[in-house]
Each structure stands twice: as structure tokens, then as C-alpha cells.
């Protein structure tokens, strides 16, 4: 394990985006709907104790205010990832990806959009379909001819983690704009659609009580693969918010010990290929 640069800090501000210098390798982990990189942070710190290059961008209209986030949508978020993304291409060798909720779907369309660009795929509690209510009122709200003047909507609860604390201490809006939320369909859809194409070696990680994003979303995500190098987990003690939930250790663990063998895997096979040229 490479030791982490000397350089390498991170903001005090839980919703500000962050971006650290490391190795060959570099991991771009995205966040969820209506969150803020804060939800990745257990990820991205241990990945940058590897030495991996980490960025972890705060998407169009998060970490600020949900009046901030009713004037985006779908593409404002995939264009932040993609931006990100190909900033990190430029400077390092092997470039992984992994996406927490919707985060998850925009890693899946990065994957189909970049192809072999992209090393390796962590899909966390991916939602190609959300509980019945949500998932209800977006489709609604998509049908609505003047959905732009759609009120903000309350969330009941908090966010969806196990430890009481953990949900207190998280940064999440407490309101979603509808409007722009609903556009998260097209990123379900764009999923189902990209997803039996991916080429990408790809880990398929939910919480069984997952309330957001029903775990039923773990066997129909890796039912759509197709890719030899795939592998799906599920923790069954976690919520939605999975690096963060009870099985923390367990999830970033698991995800790391991945992509790690997939960095191995192909230095290995460039040594071999050094070794036949000798």
C-alpha cells in the first residue's frame, strides 16, 4: 500500500467538493440526491490512504440550499461528473468510479459514455426504482405542464441511515424541489439502458433495508450486467446511505478490496506483457 501524500487534505466543510493529489490511480465517488460529498467521505479517505488520486465533486445545485437545486437537473448532474471525470483522465493512469443512489446511475452512464477510460464500477444502492410514493409522485411531476412552478416538498424523516446520530450530524436538504428531482428518471432509464452494455468490471453493493431504493434494486442492477468481472453484496444490517450506515467498514472495504484486485489484475498483465517483448 502506497503511504498518502503529504499534501493531501481535506475541507472542514462537509458539503464543499473535494479533491486530493495521489498515485497512478484515482477514484471520482459521487453522491446522492439532494446530499453533498460528505455521504462519500469513509470511501474517499480510504482510498486516499492508498495514494489514490480522489475527487469527489460536490454535483450542480448541492451542498448549498434546495432553492439552489429546484434550477438544475439530470444533465447539470452528469455534466458535473463528467467534468470531473476527464479532469482526473488527464492526470492518471486508471480512473474507477464509484456512485452512492444516484450517484450510482451517473457512474453507470460515465461507464457507457468513457468505456475502457473507465477501470472499475461501485454501484452503491442504485435506484432504477424508488419506493412506490417517490417514485409515483416523479412520474407526476414529469407530467405536469408547468412542473417548474412545482413547490418545494418536505422530506419526512431524515436521511435514510440506521444511526440516529449519523442522520443528525449528516448535511441533506430537508426539502426536495420536485421538479428537478423528477428528473432523476431519466437516469433511471438511461441505466437500464446502458447497463447490459457496460464492458467494465462493476461491484453491485445494497443494504437490505434500504427504504429509498428498495434492495430489490441489487438483483435487477446485476441482472443487467453482463460484464465477466461483476459481483453484487448485499449488507444486512445497512440503510441507503451505505458508506455511512453500520456496515461502514464492511462497504468501503469490500469496494477498495475491489478495485485494488482490478489495479493488480492489470499491472500484472502489463509485467507479463514487458516480460514477452524482453
Given at each position: 500500500?502506497?503511504?498518502?501524500?503529504e499534501?493531501?487534505?481535506?475541507?472542514?466543510?462537509?458539503?464543499?467538493?473535494?479533491?486530493?493529489?495521489?498515485?497512478?490511480?484515482?477514484?471520482l465517488?459521487?453522491?446522492?440526491?439532494?446530499?453533498?460529498?460528505?455521504?462519500?467521505?469513509?470511501l474517499?479517505?480510504?482510498?486516499?490512504?492508498?495514494?489514490?488520486a480522489?475527487?469527489?465533486?460536490r454535483?450542480?445545485?448541492?451542498?448549498t440550499?434546495?432553492?439552489?437545486?429546484?434550477?438544475?437537473c439530470?444533465s447539470?448532474?452528469?455534466?458535473?461528473?463528467?467534468?470531473?471525470?476527464?479532469?482526473?483522465?488527464?492526470?492518471?493512469?486508471?480512473?474507477?468510479?464509484?456512485?452512492?443512489?444516484?450517484?450510482?446511475?451517473?457512474?453507470?452512464?460515465?461507464?457507457?459514455?468513457?468505456g475502457?477510460?473507465?477501470a472499475?464500477?461501485?454501484?452503491?444502492a442504485?435506484?432504477?426504482t424508488?419506493?412506490?410514493?417517490?417514485q409515483?409522485?416523479?412520474?407526476?411531476?414529469?407530467?405536469?405542464?408547468?412542473?417548474?412552478?412545482?413547490?418545494?416538498?418536505?422530506?419526512?424523516?431524515?436521511p435514510?441511515?440506521?444511526?440516529?446520530?449519523?442522520?443528525?450530524?449528516?448535511?441533506?436538504?430537508?426539502?426536495?424541489?420536485?421538479?428537478?428531482?423528477?428528473?432523476?428518471?431519466?437516469?433511471?432509464?438511461?441505466?437500464?439502458?446502458?447497463?447490459?452494455?457496460?464492458?467494465v468490471?462493476?461491484?453491485v453493493q445494497?443494504?437490505?433495508?434500504?427504504h429509498v431504493?428498495?434492495?430489490?434494486?441489487?438483483?435487477?442492477?446485476f441482472?443487467l450486467?453482463?460484464?465477466?468481472?461483476?459481483?453484487?453484496?448485499?449488507?444486512?444490517r445497512?440503510?441507503?446511505i451505505?458508506?455511512?450506515?453500520v456496515?461502514?467498514q464492511?462497504?468501503?472495504?469490500?469496494?477498495?478490496?475491489?478495485l485494488?484486485?482490478?489495479?493488480?489484475?492489470?499491472?500484472a498483465?502489463?509485467?507479463?506483457?514487458?516480460?514477452?517483448?524482453?
Amino acid at each position: 500500500m502506497t503511504a498518502a501524500p503529504e499534501n493531501a487534505k481535506w475541507t472542514s466543510d462537509p458539503g464543499a467538493p473535494v479533491c486530493v493529489v495521489g498515485g497512478p490511480e484515482a477514484l471520482l465517488c459521487l453522491h446522492g440526491l439532494t446530499s453533498s460529498p460528505y455521504e462519500m467521505l469513509p470511501l474517499a479517505r480510504a482510498a486516499q490512504e492508498r495514494g489514490w488520486a480522489v475527487s469527489v465533486p460536490r454535483l450542480v445545485g448541492h451542498g448549498t440550499s434546495p432553492e439552489a437545486l429546484a434550477h438544475t437537473c439530470w444533465s447539470d448532474w452528469l455534466g458535473a461528473a463528467r467534468r470531473a471525470f476527464d479532469a482526473l483522465a488527464r492526470q492518471h493512469e486508471r480512473v474507477f468510479v464509484a456512485g452512492l443512489s444516484m450517484g450510482a446511475l451517473i457512474a453507470a452512464s460515465l461507464a457507457h459514455e468513457r468505456g475502457a477510460r473507465v477501470a472499475g464500477l461501485v454501484l452503491m444502492a442504485t435506484p432504477l426504482t424508488l419506493d412506490f410514493k417517490t417514485q409515483q409522485a416523479f412520474h407526476l411531476a414529469r407530467l405536469f405542464p408547468f412542473a417548474d412552478r412545482l413547490p418545494l416538498v418536505r422530506k419526512k424523516g431524515g436521511p435514510d441511515v440506521s444511526d440516529p446520530g449519523v442522520a443528525a450530524a449528516m448535511p441533506s436538504y430537508d426539502r426536495v424541489p420536485l421538479a428537478a428531482a423528477a428528473t432523476l428518471v431519466e437516469g433511471q432509464r438511461a441505466a437500464r439502458a446502458r447497463l447490459p452494455t457496460l464492458r467494465v468490471p462493476t461491484l453491485v453493493q445494497h443494504g437490505r433495508n434500504d427504504h429509498v431504493a428498495p434492495v430489490e434494486n441489487a438483483d435487477a442492477t446485476f441482472d443487467l450486467l453482463r460484464m465477466p468481472q461483476r459481483r453484487k453484496v448485499v449488507y444486512p444490517r445497512s440503510w441507503h446511505i451505505l458508506p455511512l450506515d453500520v456496515e461502514s467498514q464492511a462497504v468501503v472495504d469490500d469496494a477498495l478490496g475491489f478495485l485494488d484486485a482490478l489495479a493488480e489484475g492489470r499491472d500484472a498483465r502489463r509485467a507479463h506483457l514487458r516480460e514477452d517483448l524482453e
